[in-house]
């Protein structure tokens, strides 16, 4: 399976970069053969729509899983919509993040509940002129 | 002619300014438009009565799924990301699109056909001392302001006016410049603390890009220090007015009371104000014309 991760600098050994639209470059890890290369992340330098672009981007390279440390709305509806599942970490080496996935120590990503004003839930729900 | 009062910093007077400089010029030749569409309220000072009301909003794709082939070409020509061709499904994310309409005329299939998304609404009718006025009202939880400030200044409820006064919001962002583009003169109002400078400077800097005509209104004199003055000399920017930091002022204000109501003597200072600005609109039409002779001789 195709693991991305996002990361602050081009390389396995980087730092954890919490964003996951902003973030500057993905590692993407293959969780059998722990080969692993970094892409340039597109949407950091993006106007707007960050989030879905760089769910896209991921998309279009195979992930089938990411990690990083929360997700947005829009970027959440998007990685759901390609089927790809979404884990969190909070901060450290890209390369031991990776090993805390491996063993089965990250957590599956899940959107705030709803509060009943919230961006999440209150989204979407506009009229028709 | 057209005014927009602006200030960068929030809280400085936009509205206290523009609401008396609408009440200083005689009656029946004034539209006020209120731009500030998150959060309008020279509603409270000039009590319009609303009679119309429209809604507004962004044109917003919708796909027919029968005809999509899921080709991609949609999102490929959207710049704002706003719609994606995921695990063969197109989604579309309303929030994010802007209504360019690029995905609809790209579409190889004629699937995509656009729809009318409501962001808000605009409302006009007669207000004190004979002004027409109008102002838009962005939805609570919409993110783009832009598309109803655009709206608001297209719209046309009232005859022309001689005079259109527009309470811009805070800030420097795209409704601010929405906001602004198309006015023949800005008026920008400040305080004279650091915070009150720093956004000025932001501010004068966006009105210099766009290439108009400017003055500066001292609001809360007496406070901070002498900076914002240092600045404005620099920066060949006239300051038109100063209103002293005085709490009279800021109760009847506070009471929704007009300054040019609850301080007279004001009256005639606004009226020097907008002569100020007709003249220094026409100073700046001659040399725009004499900078168009020397380029064309």
Known sequence: ?129 | MIIAVASGKGGTGKTTVAVSLALAIPSGSTTFLDCDVEAPNAHLYLEPKFTLHKDVGLPIPEVDEQLCTACGRCAEVCQYHAILVLAGKVLVFPELCHGCGSCTLNCPEDAIREVPDVLGKLEAGPAANGINFARGMLNVAEPMAVPVIRQLKNWQPFPDSALVIRDVPPGTSCPVVESILGADFVLLVTEPTPFGLHDLRLAAQLVRDLDLPAGVIVNRDGIGDSQVDEFCCEAGLPVLMRIPMERRIAESLARGQPLVESSPEYLPRFQELYARIQSLIEANGKEVQLAQIELVS
Request: some cysteine; aromatic content about 10%.
């Open chain 1, 1 to 129: 399976m195709k693991l991305a991760i996002s990361a602050v600098e081009p390389h396995i050994n980087s730092p954890f970069d919490a964003r996951f639209g902003r973030c500057a470059f993905f590692i993407f890890v293959d969780t059998e053969t722990h080969a692993w290369e970094a892409s340039p992340n597109p949407a950091l330098t993006s106007g707007g729509g960050a989030g879905t672009q760089a769910a896209q981007f991921i998309a279009s390279q195979g992930a089938q899983a990411v990690i990083s440390s929360s997700f947005g709305p829009n970027a959440y509806e998007a990685l759901q919509a390609a089927g790809i599942k979404m884990y969190t970490a909070l901060a450290g080496l890209v390369e031991n993040i990776f090993g805390e996935f491996v063993s089965g120590e990250l957590e599956e990503f899940s959107p705030p509940p709803d509060s009943g004003n919230n961006t999440w839930q209150g989204r979407h729900k506009r009229s028709r002129i």
